[in-house]
């Protein structure tokens, strides 16, 4: 490979949440017992260095010494709508389409602010990303979760009947879908998604989708923008992209919306405009830039064989040597989540004391508990291979099998 995914790189001290928050204080996260050091599967960023034109971007506009109030140039909505295209086969998209978003979240919370009122209900996928729980609940709206259910071949599926069972008897206007879907790793198929928008159609539903996890599908799989399944969907589909995601850009901030629908998008505007504090940092805009080149798509395409050859080793290593755990395999993002209810009943142990039991050997996994997961763990596999196989060699050793 071109790109450097092996090396384990010392993220202590360098403004990484997830090395720096463990044992930093009485109320952080306990460091490991002695003798394992922390092996980060935690916080979903990655643990591998970022496409070089990035750096590159960064530092030759900080080069030039002043930084004060700018616009987004041509080149920013340009290489949005490239990499939509090449990417995702976007077609139509102008950059009157793109905004701005400080983040995903405060995106979301802006749509739902235009298509809903405080105190409305919003449908939303269960298990969930605990962001939209946070979110909604910060700003007045109910959750309505309706469950995604593991089919014959441990693939998880909406459930069609709950979904619009749960529109009609709670008077839902808005839904929130994660695609692809955090934390079960879904990349829905086609047919998929033709039936959640036509459900939406059906009842009036708007959509906020979030595709930030877009990029990062796993080999075999590819991701179908909601808004490219038809024009209605088109037309009633808020769509919010990052590059913080693929690149490993969170501590930068930055995020975009696509919508094509003007009534709508000027009302989001303005919406998430009213904070004065929805602005864009122009080293952010400039990373963009250096990510969207020609070399960002060759790191991507490096990427997501590292992190397909990640999960197939994790789930292998689970299916052969962790007896009454369970995975279903994720079609996208670098995230397992792990169903220990067996092996829990099995061995007389809480899932705080297995959680515990993982963090005292270094590592650092997190609970499935927030995302609706009543016995489960979140595990990111976004580390060098060797990282990931020391963590799995650790559950074995002194957790699953001790």
């Known amino acids: 490979m071109k790109y450097n995914f092996t090396s384990v790189l010392d ?21 490991p017992r002695e003798g394992f050091d922390v092996i980060p599967m935690w916080v979903a960023d990655m643990n591998f260095p970022t496409v ?62 235009v298509l809903c009122s405080r105190g409305d209900k919003v449908l939303v996928h269960s298990p969930t990303y605990i962001g939209f729980l946070n979110s909604l609940s910060n700003n007045g709206y109910h959750v309505v979760s ?30 929130i879908l994660c695609s692809p879907h955090n934390p079960c790793g879904r990349v829905w198929e086609r047919w998929e998604l033709e039936r959640f928008l036509e459900l939406c159609r059906k009842h009036d539903v708007s959509v906020v989708s979030d595709e930030i996890w877009s990029d990062l599908t796993l080999e075999g799989y590819h991701h179908i923008p909601t808004q490219m399944v038809n024009e209605d969907a088109r037309q009633r589909t808020v769509a919010l992209y990052a590059p913080s995601k693929t690149f490993n850009l969170a501590g930068l901030v930055g995020s975009y919306h696509i919508i094509y629908n003007q009534r709508l998008r000027d009302r989001v505007d303005k919406e998430s405009s009213l904070s004065h504090y929805n602005n864009m940092n122009v080293l952010s805009m400039h990373a963009l830039i250096g990510a969207y080149r020609p070399e960002g798509h060759a790191w ?17 290593f689970i299916d052969r040597r962790f007896d009454g755990v369970k995975v279903s395999r994720p079609q996208g993002t670098y995230m397992l989540f792990l169903d220990c209810t067996g092996w829990c009943a099995r061995h007389g142990k809480t899932i705080d004391q297995l959680l515990r039991a993982g963090w005292e050997v270094g590592v650092a996994w997190q609970d499935g508990r927030p995302f609706h997961g009543p016995c489960h763990i979140r595990v990111n596999l976004a580390l060098p291979l060797s990282r990931v196989q020391d963590a799995f060699e650790r559950l074995d050793q002194y957790v699953f099998n001790s």
Not at 14 to 24: P, Q
Request: aromatic content about 8%; overall charge negative; proline content about 5%.
């Open 52 to 113: 070089p034109t990035i750096s590159e971007a960064i530092i030759r506009r900080a080069e030039h010494p002043l930084f004060g109030y700018f616009l987004p140039s041509e080149e920013y909505f340009g290489s949005i709508i490239h990499w939509q295209e090449r990417r995702n086969a976007v077609t139509g998209l102008r950059r009157e389409h793109i905004g701005y978003e400080n983040g995903v979240l405060g995106g979301v919370v802006s749509a739902l602010n």
């Open 300 to 316: 991507l395409d490096e990427l997501r064989q590292v992190l397909t050859g990640n999960v197939d080793y994790a789930c292998g």
């Open 146 to 175: 309706t469950p995604l259910v593991l089919d014959a071949d441990n693939i998880w599926r909406m459930d069609f009947s709950d979904m619009e069972q749960k529109i009609v008897e709670n008077h839902i206007h808005a839904a």
């Open 11 to 31: 993220r202590a001290g360098k403004d990484a949440l997830a090395v720096d928050m463990i044992g930093s204080s009485p109320k952080a996260i306990p460091a």
